[in-house]
Each structure stands twice: as C-alpha cells, then as structure tokens.
C-alpha cells in the first residue's frame, strides 16, 4: 500500500472496516507521515528493488505473522520522452515499464509466498483501463498495464486451485490523485471521473465475495464491469492455452 493515491484511499478504508494494515512506498516522508495518520506500520521500499520489497513482507510478516490480501500498487511519472530527432530519445520510459511491470511481479512473487504462508488470501492489483484499450497516448504505460493484467491472469486460476489465493485486477478510468498535476488532470471532464469511493467500493466487493477470482473489474465513472479472461477462438488455441495453463511461474 503506497503512501498516496489508490493505494492510500485503500488503506483508509481497511482501517475503517478492521484490518491491520501496513503501507510501503519508496516516498519515506510521505509514507511515514500516511501511516501517522492512518495509524498503522510503514516500510520504505522501491518496488523495482527485490530486497528492498523483500525486506517489507518480511517485517510486515515479523509483525503480524500472516498477510491475508495485498493490493498491488506502483507508479511512476508517465514519460514517454524525446527532444525530437535531433538526437536519441532518453530512454525514461524504460522507468515506467520497469515500477509498472517488473514490480508488479516482484510484489505478486512475494505476495504469494506469504499468502500461501497463511493458507491463501486475495491479491488485488491496480492495473488499469490502459490494461484494456490500447492508449496511444501513453503507449508504454498502456503497453506495461496490459502486462500487469496478462500476468494477474495468467496466475490466477493455479492460484486459486493450488493455492487457496484469489486473484483479481482492477481497471479503473480516470481518478484524480497524485499521479499527475492539476493541468493534466484538467484535460479530463468531469462527467467522467470515477470518484475515489468507486474503487474503494470495488475493493470491498472484491474482498467480500469469496466467488469472485480471475476477473478484470473495469471501473468507468459510477459504474463497474466485470471481465473474465478472453476465450480462446478454435481447438487448436485451447490446446495451446491449456498447455499453458497447466503450469505456473510461481
Ligand atoms: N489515478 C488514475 O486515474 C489511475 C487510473 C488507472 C490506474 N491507476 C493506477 O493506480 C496506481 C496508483 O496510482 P495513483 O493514481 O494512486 O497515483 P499516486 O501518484 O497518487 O500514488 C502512487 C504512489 O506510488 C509511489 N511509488 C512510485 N514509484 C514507486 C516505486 N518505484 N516504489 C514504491 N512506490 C512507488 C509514489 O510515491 C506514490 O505514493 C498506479 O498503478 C496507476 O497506474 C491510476
């Protein structure tokens, strides 16, 4: 759980139903000062780096002794930078593929390591509607969010069968955060904003229902809709998706 934004709204919500919570963000002052509010633990970790990461669940596990749900968070400035062409684009993308994806993994590999430690649990990420709709806007984002939902839904069903964890995604539109500044965010109507309340709403479903697993829930204003993985076209796409299916990367 991050310091600000999704991941923060999310915190304060399962403080308020009960939960013991602990929040990680490389933001050390931010977060120190999250969780002084919220009253719960912080642990500073850069999500792109495994023993910083690996180092929060196991203090996060030395002080509960169980992890029940983790609810996937990243983000870095969307830069998909280039000064034209009089010389080489700089490569700031690669940053955002690299907190967006390589963390994601990173996280979900330690996540599951623990939830299966307790017997299974929920794992929630936070990909997006980038995860959906191809986005030539932010294309590497766009690009590394379907990666983020390839994955959650690759592992889901072993997960679930082998593990006891349900494995869910969340997709959401537009929410104002801290994510990018007030001039970006003004470029947005209105009309088409997911308050925050939406997605911590979505949470809660998704953690209260013990059914539901394998599912991108798109969340687009007040609404939300429930997305199961693509069915493959023919015979032939079955076998090869079965064959993928029977193993597992974690
Ligand atoms: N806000 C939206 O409209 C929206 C829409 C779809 C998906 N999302 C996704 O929601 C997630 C959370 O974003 P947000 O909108 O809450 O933004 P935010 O900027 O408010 O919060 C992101 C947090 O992540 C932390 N962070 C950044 N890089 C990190 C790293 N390498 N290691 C650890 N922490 C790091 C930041 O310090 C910050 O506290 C992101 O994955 C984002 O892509 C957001």
Known sequence: MPG??????????????????????????????????????????????????????ALTWQQYHRLDFEHYY??????????????????????????????TLQTAYLAQHYLARNGGGSLIFTASSGSLYPSAAVPVYSASKHGVL????????????EKNIRVNSLCPGTIITGLTDEKNWARFPKAHLTPMKKL???????????AIHGKAVEISGLNHYFHSPRTPVDESMVVAVDEVQSRSFL
């Open 200 to 210: 911590v709403d979505v949470v809660g479903i998704l953690l209260d229902d013990p």
């Open 150 to 161: 390839g994955f959650a839904q690759s592992i889901a069903k072993y997960s679930w069968e």
């Open 74 to 103: 990243d983000e870095e400035p969307l830069v998909v930078s280039s000064d034209g062409f009089e010389s080489l684009p700089i490569p700031a993308f690669l940053m955002t593929a690299k907190v967006n994806f390589i963390g």
């Open 4 to 57: 600000s934004g999704i991941g923060l709204a999310v915190a304060s919500y399962l403080l308020s139903q009960g939960w013991l919570v602990v929040i990680s963000d490389k933001d050390a002052v931010a977060g120190e000062k999250a969780a002084a509010e919220l009253g719960c633990k912080f642990f500073a970790a850069d999500i792109t780096n495994y023993d910083q990461l690996a180092q929060t669940f």
